[in-house]
T-cell receptor, first 113, second 118 residues
Framework: DQQVKQNSPSLSVQEGRISILNCDYTNSMFDYFLWYKKYPAEGPTFLIS?????DKNEDGRFTVFLNKSAKHLSLHIVPSQPGDSAVYFC????????????FGAGTQVVVTP | DARVTQTPRHKVTEMGQEVTMRCQPI?????VFWYRQTMMQGLELLAYFRNRAPLDDSGMPKDRFSAEMPDATLATLKIQPSEPRDSAVYFC????????????????FGEGSRLTVL
């Protein structure tokens, strides 16, 4: 039972343009959401997070938006750079299950010159 | 540079053999997780520990998998007997609850142990 879904397995974007990654969740108990980035042969690394009390969080080129009513979040990367080429995982948790992250299947982003 | 260390990085074994994967969490982190990544399931949680006590291992096949944390610097995941369907990358991650009990959300992952069971 996939509680976190990333319906786009891949995304190709030109360098300098905006990358938009989407994520949907089904569990209304989730109140903390995270994005992780993964390069081949490495473990996932934390990118950015957002609490359910907010609808936007920004960190440099990365912005995460949360729409609780739609159970949807998105990650915007602008401008996209070649080093952003990686797999991006959306994850969710509730504060009662600290760290018990439910991950989406991931979206492979390729940034082309 | 604090990091989560996993061994072995790669393991090829035959069906029926015992496999043990080890993880050294970041010093001071009180929560350790085992995740498995497969093409079909993505990243799935197998088990996790807080202050060395197992909190949840519901994601783990109980008949063949076992996870332990014999001390604060070592977590182990054992598969006995191994089967071809266990082939995956196994990740260990660690994190720490904030001093106020808050959830920072950031887990630190190791580089993973790639297991191939023939």
């Amino acid at each position: 039972d996939q509680q976190v879904k990333q319906n786009s397995p891949s995304l190709s974007v030109q360098e300098g343009r905006i990358s938009i990654l989407n994520c949907d969740y089904t569990n209304s108990m989730f109140d903390y959401f995270l994005w992780y980035k993964k390069y081949p042969a490495e473990g996932p690394t934390f990118l950015i997070s957002i609490s359910s009390i907010k609808d936007k969080n920004e960190d440099g080129r990365f912005t995460v938006f949360l729409n609780k009513s739609a159970k949807h979040l998105s990650l915007h990367i602008v401008p996209s750079q070649p080093g952003d080429s990686a797999v991006y995982f959306c994850a969710a948790s509730d504060t009662d299950s600290w760290g018990k992250l439910q991950f989406g299947a991931g979206t492979q982003v390729v940034v082309t010159p | 540079d604090a990091r989560v260390t996993q061994t072995p990085r790669h393991k090829v074994t035959e069906m029926g053999q015992e496999v043990t994967m080890r993880c050294q969490p970041i010093l001071g982190h009180n929560t350790v997780f085992w995740y498995r990544q497969t093409m079909m399931q993505g990243l799935e949680l197998l088990a996790y520990f807080r202050n060395r006590a197992p909190l949840d291992d519901s994601g783990m096949p109980k008949d063949r998998f076992s996870a332990e944390m014999p001390d604060a610097t070592l977590a182990t995941l054992k598969i006995q007997p191994s089967e071809p369907r266990d082939s995956a990358v196994y990740f260990c991650a660690s994190g720490s609850v904030g001093s106020g009990g808050g959830f920072t959300g950031e887990l630190f992952f190791g580089e993973g142990s790639r297991l191939t069971v023939l």
